[in-house]
């Protein structure tokens, strides 16, 4: 019969870097200039959610995105379904009666459809968790006997943080030295339960689109900025060596000075880029005015910030009585709606907590 439809769903939380990936050596593989290190979100807050189906009925691969028909005919999406593909397997499912040969992924063609469950427009990255979901379903739909890392490298050439969201907890890209990049991929360091005290809160700056996409951004940098290369020779491999040992420790005074200095030099990066690239705004500058005399005033550092290609501040804190305190602080001194354009806040609870 050619009634059948396989189905399989997945959902995978976006990640935030922690030590920031900047740069590209090659952009059709996705292979970056540096490391980088991130911490994967709670799979209950901005996350993405894929249902990857399969029928001999479908005639085209067709994709949708919260509901509205996206083209799967860029390279991005070509790669990864291209590389998927090369590794499908056989598949049986005796209750269906469905038996699928390895060479018939070749023929057969797919519908996807895929749900963020937060604003898409609203400057969160979504790419990351995007890419990672679609590579994971379409791995278990087609069988594929590969591991989390193996598959990050596939999920890498959609969109290069993408590959940190395979695993949850505190998450390494490693940037490989292979051409062909298949050494460039993600690793775990630590899992979800390992440092579960941290809570994650994301203030919405503003919820417009960035206005420098990734891609470009990153192109004018390697271009033109001078800073990038001390960055990725002199300053990320000894940051990645020391965050890794502050993650390793629990260690919170380092892993906030390492975030946020870090943060701080990408924005720095995004500034020496000619034409500059502005990505943080006056409410973004003064948040981070205010997490930094908080942390002064009190004996350890109590909140971490970093911010991506957007305004919206990304703040860790160090327990969830200082989540509590952080939010009340960011409430008073940013009341959504009025004197800031600050619209609303996005709390991670328990953020890396599975
Ligand atoms: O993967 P992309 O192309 O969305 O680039 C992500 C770049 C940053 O978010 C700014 C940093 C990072 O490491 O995620």
């Not at 997945?10 to 050596?25: L, Q």
């Not at 290069?160 to 890209?173: E, I, M």
């Not at 943060?263 to 205010?290: E, G």
């Not at 609303?344 to 328990?350: A, L, R």
Request: overall charge neutral; some cysteine; hydrophobic content about 40%.
């Amino acid at each position: 019969s050619e009634k059948w439809v396989l189905m399989v769903t997945a959902r995978t939380p976006t990640n935030i870097a922690v030590i920031k990936y900047w740069g590209k050596r090659d952009e059709k593989l996705i292979l970056p200039i540096n490391d980088s290190i991130s911490v994967t979100l709670d799979p209950n807050h901005l996350c993405t959610t894929t249902t990857v189906s399969v029928s001999p009925s479908f005639v085209e691969d067709r994709m949708w995105l919260n509901g509205k028909e996206i083209s799967l005919q860029g390279g991005r999406f070509q790669s990864c379904l291209r590389e998927i593909r090369a590794r499908a397997n056989d598949v049986e499912d005796e209750k269906k009666g469905i038996k699928i040969k390895k060479e018939d992924w070749q023929k057969l063609h797919l519908q996807i459809a895929s749900y963020n469950n937060f604003p898409t427009a609203a400057g969160l990255a979504s790419s990351a968790a995007g890419f990672a979901c679609l590579v994971f379903s379409l791995a278990k739909l087609m069988n594929l006997k590969e591991d989390n890392s193996q598959l990050s490298a596939i999920a890498r050439q959609g969109s290069g943080s993408a590959c940190r969201s395979l695993y949850g907890g505190f998450v390494k890209w490693i940037m490989g030295k292979e051409e062909n990049g298949s050494d460039s991929l993600a690793v775990q360091l630590a899992d979800e339960k390992h440092w579960d005290d941290l809570v994650i809160i994301i203030a919405v700056v503003s919820a417009r689109q960035k206005e420098t996409s990734s891609t470009s951004g990153m192109r004018d940098t390697v271009e033109t900025s001078a800073l990038i290369k001390h960055r990725a020779k002199e300053v990320v491999p000894k940051r990645i060596i020391e965050m890794e040992t502050a993650i390793k420790n629990r260690d919170f005074a380092s892993f906030t000075r390492l975030a946020c200095t870090d943060s701080n030099q990408f924005h720095a990066v995004c500034l020496d880029t000619y034409p500059p690239i502005f990505y943080m705004n006056d409410t973004s500058h003064r948040i981070i005015s205010c997490v930094e005399k908080w942390n002064r005033s009190e004996e350890t550092p109590q909140v971490a910030y970093t911010f991506d290609a957007g305004p919206n501040a990304v703040m860790i804190a160090r327990d969830r009585k200082t989540a509590a305190l952080l939010l009340q602080r960011l409430l008073y001194n940013f009341p959504p709606k009025s004197d800031t354009d600050l619209d609303s806040y996005v709390i991670g609870d328990k953020s890396i907590l599975q």
